[in-house]
């Protein structure tokens, strides 16, 4: 029987590696598998386990069933000085997404902004590596995306828009924490609820509500029903930002058409909304920073409500999160470890190496 409660660790190289192994037996080019492999440890390192590695069983069932293109590379075409286009070919979202950002990060770097439109794209995951690719150039961002229908819009009862996340970054001050934003307009993200199933785990009662309408802690029932919004309208209202800005203006589905991640019938084609600016265009970037390092102080220095110990800057839980697990790993438990060389064996791939010692844990 399967183990759930003992704790593997796995080190981001080997993820990387492992993931660029399978990636290359399901036919994805070295130089993409290496993006993308990119992408999806970085999620796993900030603590976001429902959108890093464990996605490559669900990736490749897309590849088999011809709906995810693993050979397909984007292209870009350049609009106007500040703004760029790419086609995501129906190949991997992180690659669209990617080369979206490069462009909005060079067009920022030359007129002060950026901004880059992506269609014909596929899931890409947790959006903070996407500002993370910014914050490493030196820039601020604004990341959206649409998704498959998950929630229902406020006074509505059925799915139609995604659990899109919203994201955006801003360098750091002297304290090394950017600000990094990055949210699904649902009270909880549906990779949640996907692993909450995987380990056998109840969810909150808040989450989700079953397939007739009525409050559920159990994952299975929560995803033949619907997601809540957070926030009721607004939250429904940011969701449906998220499917004008990258689902309208790019040319892509939208309006409830793009297809799960989990759905292996027929193509996703999301979009996604790129924009990046120069954080030194009204200020020396030395004053920029001083003034992000001064916000996050009294963010963090805020007087505290009771049973709270720490104050944290939005992104600063998952920053800290990669700290500890560039040491210690990334955990996983059994039935992942399972399901992920169960990929690698069907391409004849390596398993993946768990290297470092597996932990008794309070999961
Ligand atoms: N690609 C897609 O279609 C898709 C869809 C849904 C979600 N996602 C991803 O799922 C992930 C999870 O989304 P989520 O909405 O569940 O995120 P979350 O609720 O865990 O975090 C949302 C934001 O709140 C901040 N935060 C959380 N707890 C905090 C605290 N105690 N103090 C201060 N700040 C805090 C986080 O830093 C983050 O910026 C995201 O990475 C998102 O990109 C992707």
Redesign the pocket.
Known sequence: MTDNSTMHHVTASDARAYIERVLLGNGVPKDNAIIVAKCLVE?DL?G?D??GMNRIPSYMARIREGVLDPKASPTLRRITPAVAQVDGHNGF?FLAAHMGMAAAIDMAKEIGIGMASVKHSN??????WVVQQALDAGMMSLVF?N?SPALPVWGGKSKLM????I?CGAPAGKSGRPF?????P?V?????IYKALRRGEKIPEDWALDKDGNRTDDPAKALEGVLLPMGGPKGSAIAIMMDVFSGVLSGSAFAGHVTN?YDPSKPAD?GHFLVTIKPDLFMSVDDFKERMDYLYHRVVGSDKMSGIDR????????DLHKEKRLKDGIPLVDAEIEALNKEATRVGAASLTTSLPPLKSHL
Not at 162 to 165: C, D, K
Not at 311 to 318: Q, R
């Open positions: 999620a900030r976001v429902t959108h979202g899931h890409f995951g947790m959006a903070a995306t998704s995604g659990t899109s996340p994201a990094i934003m990055d949210m699904a649902s909880a993200a549906r990779g949640k991640p999301a104050i944290y800057f939005p992104g600063e839980i998952e």
